[in-house]
T-cell receptor, first 113, second 114 residues
Framework: NAGVMQNPRHLVRRRGQEARLRCSPVKGHSHVYWYRQLPEEGLKFMVYLQKENIIDESGMPKERFSAEFPKEGPSILRIQQVVRGDSAAYFC???????????FGDGTRLSIL | GENVEQHPSTLSVQEGDSAVIKCTYSDSASNYFPWYKQELGKRPQLIIDIRSNVGEKKDQRIAVTLNKTAKHFSLHITETQPEDSAVYFCAASKASGNTGKLIFGQGTTLQVKP
């Protein structure tokens, strides 16, 4: 039973480009969370989604960032017009319910040149 | 707002000794408290969790205690081994709302010296 799968593991973008991060949850999990981790810091919540719905986006910047979790396919975190400050590790977690343990993927390390 | 404070930020112990990491949370409605271990460059791994209806939970060398009145919970690792060296994060959430988002502490870097 595969765990949470994220790709790519590493992503390099130039300022102004778009970054697209993918997350496939554990099979059977319909709840997906995205977190951002800056170097030597804790994880910061960004957004919580269930299939086809954004439930809580209180941690996501209002501009340039968007997330989706379509009926078919992985969850996508999209960052438009990236800036140097977007450089971080982005982790996805999934759970079978909102009050159930969250299991994390290996993360995508985004570097902005 | 919601906040979780974690101490200490670094902890160095001798192999075989015990390690204790402490966290306090601000939101009294929080009712779920997981602990994650993260090795360098790897994913956070859930090692133990506790819900607000119990005061203590143990799994082999790892235990977690919760004091709801003080809004305080702790991770205890006994008989530490070098492979316990990692960054440990506490977190809190309130699943009774419409979100199960985790609020994380700042992390504790544990070094176990052989």
């Amino acid at each position: 039973n595969a765990g949470v799968m994220q790709n790519p593991r590493h992503l390099v973008r130039r300022r102004g480009q778009e970054a697209r991060l993918r997350c496939s949850p554990v099979k059977g999990h319909s709840h997906v969370y995205w977190y951002r981790q800056l170097p030597e810091e804790g994880l910061k919540f960004m957004v919580y989604l269930q299939k086809e719905n954004i439930i809580d986006e209180s941690g996501m910047p209002k501009e340039r960032f968007s997330a989706e979790f379509p009926k078919e396919g992985p969850s996508i975190l999209r960052i438009q017009q990236v800036v140097r400050g977007d450089s971080a590790a982005y982790f996805c977690a999934s759970s079978p319910g909102k009050d159930q343990p969250q299991h994390f993927g290996d993360g995508t390390r985004l570097s902005i040149l | 707002g919601e906040n979780v404070e974690q101490h200490p930020s670094t902890l160095s112990v001798q192999e075989g000794d015990s390690a204790v990491i402490k966290c306090t949370y601000s939101d009294s409605a929080s009712n779920y408290f997981p602990w994650y271990k993260q090795e360098l460059g790897k994913r956070p791994q859930l090692i133990i969790d506790i819900r607000s209806n119990v005061g203590e939970k143990k799994d082999q060398r790892i235990a977690v205690t919760l004091n709801k009145t003080a809004k305080h919970f702790s991770l205890h690792i006994t008989e530490t081994q070098p492979e316990d060296s990692a960054v440990y994060f506490c977190a809190a959430s309130k699943a009774s709302g419409n979100t199960g988002k985790l609020i994380f502490g700042q992390g504790t870097t544990l070094q176990v010296k052989p």
